[in-house]
């Protein structure tokens, strides 16, 4: 873009050929769009400061991936390049012989005295004084034609070239980067970040891409234009030359200390917005956390304050970018005073060496040489930001990979038997080499027996089997297969003979058929369908409606868990494995899932050497060998009977375990992922299907003592969570472009400007100060034409005498131009500032006050709402008052110069308005094509960049697959349609610029022409003639550029679209109302009656269909079922965070919708299962829970101590005033939990809801827990959802639903008697 807007300039002055100093000024361009420039700019320079720290690879190191074809083009491409870039120096010349002509005419007839007296149209001498002016100009314009159509060619097959090879090159980096990710070794992954590595293969490799295409042809072609220019200034008049060189430093300098200024402002205000982003960010995210404290208030409270600082930097901002262009427009006026001051004293003193022309050419070749430097700068800085990307990427294709699964080195033995033996393995991961995992380990491992490795989390079980996998190799020891050390081996085979299930299992968005075809390419439909019906999974395929060929989703999100599970077995089935490791693969499960799936690992692990990771020890009995791990060592071996009579490790976990009877137990249990959480679109005619959602299995290891390992693992399976909603969000980003354009309301510039109103004034002022400004050039010119004329009056003393005040004129319009610009920048900057701040403000308000189900829509995705905060409010004020501004600055400009052309000669001032349209025309295009060149390839980009981030977020799985080939491909046929066409757009970019680049040599050939005869047939005088052309030609210029910003200001008509459909949108259940009752007492007593209920953003799937039930006050109701069937549901209808669409709720026998929605929340606490901390101490979040009053210190000890987690606080060095961490990542599950519940206590409310509040515990944290709910139950009305029995076996009512009804309900020993549903669940929970 910031090229984008300098370029004209070239253009400008080309046409003229003169004032065009003008013109080429830098800072001049960014006059229109003082904002984005500013910003643009500032990023760059941040993005340079930080580069230059960091390395960069050499200039022509960038091109180490070129072949012969490349460098024979970039060849071509400079030489061309070195050619164009005379062609305005040349140019130059011509013009200034010309003027002298000219002059000459005007010298005759001032001699004759004949100007005045004689009479239109009788003079048609064809020799004016002692030249025939139309013959001479006849001869220019042919000069004019022949440079044109040299350039054009020159400068098409400049950019051609570059952009020819810069294709082919980028092509090859992006295919050799991504091959060399995909074959990296797991440590090298473990200590990349995934985010990271993605905006490598996009931006860094684009970033690249620019600084090797035609950015270079570009500089080289300006950097000759510099020479050229210098060196005919000082061949044709090295005393003036060095005159006008004196000025440029100060130009320069200034140029820079700006740039400076700016870059630092635009870095505070990113800075100070990121603040306000960060609040933003943590609110929306735990979006249901604050609508349920009733924290809306307090979050905008924050939010604002943070916004200040961010309006404080933009005003100074925009006051700077406008103080910078004044100042250099003032520098300018006072370069051209200069030179024809002393330019004039030199016609007088030294007559035979300057004429008029030689000034001319003098002035322009030197200025036009010094700006296209300017021109050439930014350029230079794409090249450099290009050998900053390089390095890293470079870096990558060449790092040597210890593990590298694509080489063919290494034994393949004809048969693997599959007897495998760890001897003597000390290992720790090189991501953190100081805590050691394995200790020494030895284990054996028959053929086809299968053995289970059992022991807390963090002692190296899941470790041992990525050794098998060689993902790591060992410190010391060695592993072998079949008596082969693995490292021998070929990577490859190994991997290809070992089927792998994980807890999480990884399926691709692809259909269930492609994703088994993963574990063999070469798999027959015959073994796809044997493979499913040895997984359990046959039945539930064939029941979709495409079924082998359903679509499961972006990481199968269209899937429930266990149905992922089957599908990842059948995928490990199909390869035939002799070696099968199954690492936790039923710990996610419920427990009619599991037994499922548990049937079909059983059937699976038959003759094939096994080894099997589980936290559920009821799922390890039946193995041949079971392996008790202790600190990375083994510490007993025997079978389930051997270790129970030992009494060591292994029945130790057993006991804790069967503690009251459950076998349920920890790391991730299955919880019933609220459906709200991340909405998940499934298939409408399975109820099983509805959610499942990996996002929030959280691995919460022991309670405080959490080691090292456990650490590693949580912070990769957060990262891993992160990643995902990354990617989740990406994709919505893109999907809700397309459903908000279409809905949107009516633009209207007058509602945008009442928001704006209470700085109407400022906006007033500033318009008045544009229109002066327009006016600055179209006298500019006037007075440019006039300086020439004098050149032809014959006495010395009257010629000087007009050459100074006309100087001194010059002068007076930089210092008009300086003030109008000060006013500008003070009135736009106040007022546009004003406004985005207030438009964040009132949108983030607006937000707070959607109902739920606005946010679970895709379209309402966290990140797309963050980016509408961050840059829709900033983009609206382009369509206010600097657009205002600008526009009144092109009206006046083009009246001012028409006006002035009219009256100084109309015939020719028709014919330059005929050319007018083309130049235009040409500048528009080239503006375009400027900017046109990334964003299209970006669209057709997308494909590949989904392709490499599902590979790269899911690395483990592709390696384990030994599928890196077969993404490699799919990638690679991704990029095959961009690099085609990218191929092709090449000629057609050249084109264009080349076309922008040769019209004003056409047009300046017409006009002089016509002036020729004009003048000749005595129409005219030669110094109306220059006065007509600059005057229009400025103005053109000018508007030129205005016209290019336009499509900033479609986006601020967008942006202000969006901000008022969310601004006049009215929630279905509106937070901030004030309606409703407010009772004075409640007891607590709830209840549903016929609730049916449909979530907004699936409407096909019925979860409620007819919910009774009701608790009196202080009693404990405990909601129990299946996965999907509606348990959480019914507390998001309590606390009203939807309604339900038949029914109705009601809260001590009054309808909860006619309660006032403040009120009826702050009765209830909640603690759902993953609890939302937010960044800031443990005090602060406990306090959260009461936001209506002033909370002490000694209320938070004391709900602290009721939830049990105060003594742990006390412990902590910095005790209450600890932070917690982003989302409280600080703090391990069970102390977030019960941070949670002393924020729900706080508030003393009467009703309680614990949503899942315990599943992602282990069963330590589990008890503490559980203890402190259960003292929080006392004396309240309770709801609480469960999947582990035990945790509500002592509830006043509980009841069971199944497909969103009550089937019974009663109390625990109650419905036991029964033997019905209840009873199938506990026992499907004791036994299996």
Known sequence: MKEGLEMPKKGKYVIDGFPDGVYDNPAFQQDEKPASNGIIKKKKDKKKKAKSTESMVGFFELFRYADCLDILLMIVGMVCALAAGTGLPIMIIVFGEMTDAFVQSGVTKNENGSNISVVEGECNQKFMGNIDIEAEMTRYSYYYVGIGCAVFVLSLFQIWTFLLSAARQTHRIRQLFFKAVLHQDMAWFDSTQIGTLNTRLTEDINTIHEGLGDKIAIFTQYFATFLAGIIIGFVNGWKLTLVILSVSPLLGVSAAVWSKLLASFTTKELAAYAKAGAVAEEILTAIRTVVAFNGQEKALKQYNANLKDAKRVGIKKSITTDVSMGLSQFLIMGAYALAFWYGTKLTVDEEETYTIGKVLIVFFSVLVGTFSLGQAAPNLESISNARGAAYEVYRVINKARPIDSSSHAGHKPDKLTGHIEFMNIHFSYPSRPDIQILKGLNLKVPAGKTIALVGSSGCGKSTTIQLLQRFYDPLVGQVTVDGHDVRSLNVKWLRENIGVVSQEPILFGTTIRENIRYGREDVTEEEIIQATKEANAFDFISKLPDGLDTMVGERGAQLSGGQKQRIAIARALVRNPKILLLDEATSALDTQSECIVQNALDKARAGRTTIVIAHRLSTIRTADVIAGFHNGVVVEQGSHDDLMNKKGVYYSLVMLQSYDKTEEKEDSDYEEADEEDEEIFDYDDKNEDYEENAANFQNTDGLDTVNGSDLHRRSKRISRRSTKRKSKSKTTVNNAKEVSEDNLPKFSLSKILALNKPEMCYIILGVIAAAICGGIYPTFAVIFGKVIGAFSIQDPHEKSQRTILLSLMFLVLGVISLIVYVIMGFAFGISGENLTMRLRSLSFKALLRQEIGFFDDHANAVGVLLTRLATDASQVKGATGSRIGLMTMTVCTLLAAIIIAFVHGWQLTLLILACIPFLIGANFIRMKSMVGHASKDQKALEEAGRISTEAVENIRTVVSLTREEAFYNKYNESLSGPYKDSLAKAPLYGFTYALSQSINYFVNAAVFRFGAWLIAHCYTQFENVFIVFSAIIFAAMNVGQSTSLAPDFGKARVSAQRIMKLLERKPAIDSYSEDGDKPNTFEGNLEFQDIKFVYPTRPKVQVLQGLSVKVSKGQTLALVGS?????????????????????????????????????????????????????????????????????????????????????????????????????????????????????????????????????????????VVQKALDDARQGRTCVVIAHRLTTVQNADIIAVIHNGRVIEQGTHPQLLAKQGAYYALVNSQVTH
């Open 1123 to 1263: 996965s999907g069937c509606g348990k959480s549901t019914s507390v998001q209808l309590l606390e009203r965070f939807y309604d339900p669409v038949e029914g109705t709720v009601f809260a001590d026998g009054k309808n909860t919708k006619n309660l006032n929605l403040k009120w009826l929340r702050s009765q209830m606490g909640i603690v759902s299962q993953e609890p939302m901390l937010f960044d800031c101490s443990i005090e602060e979040n406990i306090q959260y829970g009461v936001l209506d009053r002033e909370v002490d210190h000694d209320e938070v000890v004391e709900a602290a101590k009721a939830a049990n987690i105060h003594t742990f606080i006390e412990n902590l060095p910095d005790k209450y005033n600890t932070r917690v961490g982003d989302k409280g990542a600080q703090l391990s599950g069970g102390q977030k939990q019960r941070i949670a519940i002393a924020r729900a206590l706080i508030r003393k409310p009467k009703v309680l809801l614990l949503d899942e509040a315990t599943s992602a515990l282990d069963t330590e944290s589990e008890k």
